[in-house]
């Protein structure tokens, strides 16, 4: 499995790293969750665009990734505008979802790009070779709050990303019960063993939490903690985190 390197930090080998999002609709609001950031020392920042009430106004929308770069610039930013489709808070149509994707990209803000799988659809590839021709490095994602596929099924899925051009693919579902979160597991422990490259896996809700802790064990090289706010359901915040993380890795070098 290839490792990839962004700003320094290294995702795909070592502890799963932890990222923190940002979710405020205003820019003062975001600002004062980036603020916070700093003395928690995540290794990433996600900034959840699809939060801000501006997305779609493409020079408010750059004037606030500018503003998010400055609030924080040695961290490794990640931007992300989830659809509603796939749990996000805004209702646009495929063609702006791209448009604010292709901004973002080439905006010299982002580090690297979350872009939905089945969203960008046909896309995907031409969208990839524009993201590294502007530096950015892409996480393709699927999302299910409903429910978790089969094994078999969530298998395809990152199979499916695994075979594009991307850097990371990214998997959340639902779970409606303890087998539920043993099959994400055991589709990322498989997945893992012939991937090639990094993959980020969880379990949503409070029956998924252990998901978020386990990922060295399984495959999982980055999670999601809070910071006062969360943009999904069950993460938990960063210092716990963090602690329970280190409780499943005695003695184990970084």
Same mark, same amino acid.
């Given at each position: ?10 995702? &795909? ?18 600002? *004062?969750?980036?603020?916070? +950031? ?16 501006? #997305? ?7 004037? #606030?990734? @500018?503003?998010? @770069? ?35 990209? $080439? ?33 393709? *994602?699927?999302? !299910?709050?409903? #429910? ?7 298998? /395809?899925?990152?199979?499916?990303? !695994? ?66 706010? $969360?943009?999904?359901? &069950? ?12 409780? +499943? /890795? ?5």
């Amino acid at each position: 499995m290839k490792e990839v390197t962004v700003r320094g930090l290294t995702l &795909g080998s070592g502890r799963p790293k932890i990222c923190v999002p940002v979710v405020g609709r205003s820019l003062p609001e975001i600002l *004062s969750q980036a603020d916070r +950031l700093p003395p928690l020392n995540p290794d990433l920042c996600e900034w959840r665009v699809d939060w801000f009430a501006g #997305a779609a106004d493409p020079q408010l929308l750059l004037s #606030a990734a @500018r503003a998010v @770069r400055e609030a924080l610039p040695r961290l490794p930013l990640l931007f992300t505008f989830r659809t509603q489709a796939e749990g996000g808070r805004q209702s646009l149509s495929r063609e702006q979802y791209l448009d604010i994707c292709r901004l973002l990209m $080439t905006s010299g803000c982002c580090d690297l790009i979350d872009l939905e799988l089945f969203t960008v659809g046909d896309d995907a590839v031409s969208l990839l070779e524009e993201a590294h021709a502007s530096g950015v490095l892409v996480v393709l *994602s699927n999302h !299910d709050f409903e #429910a978790t596929p089969p094994e078999e099924e969530l298998l /395809r899925r990152l199979s499916l990303m !695994d075979s594009l051009p991307a850097d990371l693919s990214k998997i959340a579902v639902m779970p409606h019960g303890p087998e539920d979160v043993l099959a994400l597991l055991s589709a990322t422990c498989r997945a893992r063993q012939t991937a090639e490259h990094p993959i980020i896996t969880m379990s949503m809700g409070p029956m998924g939490a252990v998901s978020r802790v386990c990922g060295e064990l399984f495959g999982s090289c980055l999670t999601f903690g809070s910071a006062g706010h $969360t943009s999904a359901p &069950g993460q938990i915040p960063v210092r716990e985190l963090r602690s329970m993380m280190e409780l +499943l /890795r005695p003695g184990q070098p970084d």
